[in-house]
């Protein structure tokens, strides 16, 4: 058994241990990338809905604030989609 792990070892080449590092690089990337904007866009849209709980004829203006916070906020995790996308076809 440790004959045959040993040559599966020496079969691994360095292009071979890169390749595995572009895939965990980019699976780390998208994976705490999207946390931030999750929880972000989340705490944005429960204070939103809590003002307009409490104000509802404010709602047309916490709605249109709102939706454009997340955007701004989802950005983040598009640039880190970004950075996956080149760390998988371009390094």
């Known amino acids: 058994m440790l004959q045959e792990a040993s040559t599966a070892a020496a079969g691994i ?3 071979d241990l ?3 590092a572009k895939y965990i690089a ?5 994976g705490i990338g999207a946390i931030g904007p999750a929880v972000g ?3 944005a849209a429960a204070h939103a809905l809590d003002g307009m709980a409490r104000q509802p004829e ?7 604030t709102m939706v454009l916070g997340q955007a701004i ?15 998988l076809f371009v390094v």
């Open 18 to 20: 890169a390749v595995a």
């Open 26 to 30: 980019a699976g780390l990337c998208m």
């Open 13 to 15: 080449s360095g292009a």
């Open 41 to 43: 866009e989340g705490i």
């Open 58 to 64: 404010m709602q047309g203006a916490l709605l249109r």
């Open 73 to 87: 906020t989802e950005s983040t995790g598009i640039y880190s989609l970004l950075v996956a996308i080149v760390l």
